[in-house]
């Protein structure tokens, strides 16, 4: 999942210090400053304190006419720093998520693809970076409520974002008919992060506690080897954000991260791009010769 990523497609979000001031108050937008505030204190850590999201769910399958199947369980993180600089700030991010075997939860090695019947190798999601430039225009921020929409029930505020990403796909059909289902890339993301309004009043909380819950239909994952197969994939996730960081993550997912990408323990340092994606890592994936089909499935 890639929180105000993926896509990448997020809404930029201009980080501020807590707190209302006298000037504050004659500023026509400070309640729209603060609205945003309250935002980024959920989603990151405005003292610079690593943030760290993790989410558990399941992967189905989405075929016309035909019924879902519970194909994968699914662990995953985000690990963030918000970094504030003078146009605004800046949120660096890594994320990993893992494929998991549907009745242990294991973390797989390979799967047994059952619309092909073929093994395969899992390549699970290593995106480093989903970095976001947060900058936002002054005039925008009358309508931040608009661009950034939530809900206040009672004691719980929730905010929400739907995303749409459609691009061209980094796996063009005709030069990975396996492992492409389209030459654009299309996708729904949706985002609800739940924060007490209680939490949301104390100016000094720097992060605030928050729960998730995160949806999206895509296409087949690339190692699925479903070529342009009808259908789609669906993720339903929800999780929260961990007080204890990195540290606070199931003990699997620490060592798998720590025995395979261990700077996934950590946010980015610095600023780098291009963003990486599920499709663009596997292409490099891909073009370097590391991704092979079992040789079991040679006929």
Request: glycine share 6%; proline share 8%; hydrophobic share 35%.
């Amino acid at each position: 999942m890639r929180f105000l990523t993926t896509g990448l497609m997020a809404v930029v979000i201009l980080a501020i210090s807590s707190g209302l001031t006298a000037a504050d108050k004659k500023d026509p937008n400070a309640a729209s400053r603060q609205y945003l505030n309250d935002f980024i204190r959920i989603r990151g850590d405005l003292s610079g304190k690593d943030a760290v999201y993790y989410w558990s769910g399941t992967v189905y399958s989405f075929i016309p006419e035909e019924e879902p199947l519970p194909l994968f369980k699914f662990e995953g993180f985000n690990i963030a720093k918000t970094v504030v600089t003078p146009e605004g700030c800046q949120l660096l991010t890594r994320e990993a998520a893992f494929f998991e075997d549907i009745f242990s939860g294991e973390i797989l090695n390979t799967w047994t693809n059952p619309f092909t019947e073929k093994e395969i190798p899992v390549v699970h999601i290593w995106n480093d970076p989903v970095n976001q430039d947060i900058g936002f225009p002054e005039e925008y921020l009358p309508h931040i409520r608009q661009i950034l929409p939530s809900s206040d029930w009672g004691e719980m505020r929730c905010y929400n974002m739907d995303i749409f990403p459609y691009y061209q796909s980094p796996l063009p059909r005709e030069q990975y008919p396996e492992f492409s289902q389209n030459d654009m890339y299309q996708s729904g993301e949706f985002f609800q992060f739940y924060a007490e309004r209680e939490d949301l009043a104390k100016k000094k909380l720097k992060s605030v506690p928050a729960f998730i819950t995160w949806s999206r239909i895509s296409p087949w994952m690339p190692f699925m080897m479903m070529g342009d197969r009808p259908g789609n994939l669906l993720f339903v996730c929800r999780g929260m954000k961990l007080k204890k960081g990195f540290a606070g993550l199931p003990k699997h997912i620490k060592e798998y991260v720590k025995a395979n990408k261990p700077e996934f323990m950590a946010p980015p340092s610095e600023w780098t791009e291009p963003n990486e994606t599920s499709w663009t890592y596997f292409k490099k994936l891909m073009d370097q010769g590391f991704y092979m089909p079992l040789k079991s499935e040679e006929k």
